[in-house]
């Protein structure tokens, strides 16, 4: 019998294949993740954006009062 067989014991092929579908969970499992991080951050850019823009309207109505 050679150092390297040919063919992959039964075990180690069933062993291997449930390695690889725990890293697809974990992976897809961090995907999901992700993506609930990126939707938070664009709800708080959006939000910044709107805060940022009620910021210049109330000094623009504050130099318009104070130019009366």
Do not use: C, W
């Amino acid at each position: 019998m050679s150092m390297y067989p040919h063919r992959a014991l039964p075990q180690s092929t069933a062993r291997l294949n449930e390695l690889l579908d725990q890293i697809r969970t974990e992976f897809d499992n961090q995907v999901r993740i992700n993506e609930g991080y990126e939707q938070q951050i664009q709800q708080q850019v959006q939000e910044a954006s709107l805060i940022r823009d009620k910021v210049y309207q109330l000094e623009q109505a504050h130099m318009g009062i104070k130019q009366k």
